[in-house]
């Protein structure tokens, strides 16, 4: 395996923004991941794991450290019968590559999350969640490399205690580099959504009972038509988590502002929807690079890649700002900054 210095992270991430890593290397296999473990302790420098780069955001300063690019691979059913199947899908896996396979194998389950970029290992991390479906839903267990010990171990669905879009790997980050995720999968049709955009969908075309194939269609064209191409403009994706607070703090925010959009959750909590919040508070988008985006005011993007750290971290202040001043509710960065 070859451990290359002096290498721009910039390409690693799909917002654009990053500067130059010590020490880079791509990992095949665990052995591999031994190799740089070996090498980071040797050196007395930290480890840091890098998938789709769709979820990061490097500071543009040098960074010490030895940045790993995860390229374990594979797709294995581990058992089926009748009604599931148990699948083992490796870490460096393209998220929405293996939901197409999901699919095409006959399974459901994570339909509603097509077109997410990433890997799937970077999956659990933030418990990628859109259209009423959370990736946690669908994992039995996670493996994670543990990189203190050097260890693999296996994390059980609760030992890896998921939230809305957040996770033990969240919190703990620079701990484990994720190895593996086992998923368990349905063989039977999905409901539709019930989200809007999606009823809409399936109501234009008199469709009651589409096939998972159809909703991942429908969530396809849907997310193409409210977000930008990573491939053409830098970006994050959304931006920010939506705001969940308790019931009672909510009812004040709710009754000085009687349009906000909101839903209930369990545990007398309430989520308000961070794209409109920015949408309200934001009048005019500042002078700055990082603009937000026409169709979706959840999503940072950074055309041409022109941006700097500072200038996106001026534009995060500058939200985080007139969000908290109109409505008095914190906005949380979603992608993970290094
Ligand atoms: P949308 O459907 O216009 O809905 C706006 C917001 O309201 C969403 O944030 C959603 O919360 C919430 N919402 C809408 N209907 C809901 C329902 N029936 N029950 C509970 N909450 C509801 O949102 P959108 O921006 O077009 O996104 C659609 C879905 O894709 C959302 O689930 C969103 O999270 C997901 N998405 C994720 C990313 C990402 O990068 N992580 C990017 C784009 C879209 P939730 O966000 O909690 O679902």
Known sequence: MLIRKNVDLKKYSTMKIGGVA???????SIADLREIKEFADSKNI?????????????????HSGIFVHIQLRGIIKMYENAEFANIEVAAGEDWDE????????????????????????ASPIQNIGAYGTEVSDRI????????????????????????????????????????????????KKPGIPQYKDVQIYFGIRKQKNPTAEEIRNAIIEIRAG???????????????????ISKKEAGLIIEKFPNIPFFELDNDQIK???GWLIEQAITEDFKNPIVLYEK??????????????????????DIKGAVKEKFDLTLEVEPNII
């Open 22 to 28: 010590d020490f880079f290397a791509e990992a095949k």
């Open 46 to 62: 930290s480890i840091f794991p890098i998938g789709g780069g769709s979820n990061v955001i490097f500071s543009d300063e040098n």
């Open 98 to 121: 293996f939901v197409a396979w999901t699919i095409k194998n006959g399974l459901s389950g994570i339909e509603s999350l097509s077109a997410i970029p990433g890997t799937v290992g």
């Open 140 to 187: 039995i267990s996670v493996e994670v490399f543990d990189l203190q010990t050097g260890e693999l171990h296996e994390m059980s669905n609760a030992q890896c205690e998921f939230g809305y879009r957040d996770s033990i790997f969240k919190k703990n980050i620079g701990k484990f580099i994720i190895t593996k995720v086992v998923f368990q999968l349905p063989k």
């Open 226 to 244: 409210k977000l930008p191409d990573i491939n053409t403009v830098p970006n994050n994706g959304s931006f920010f988590t939506n705001p969940v």
């Open 272 to 274: 308000f929807y961070a």
């Open 296 to 317: 979706n005011k959840l999503v940072l993007t950074n055309p041409g890649g022109k941006g700097s750290f500072k200038a996106l971290q001026e534009k995060i202040e």
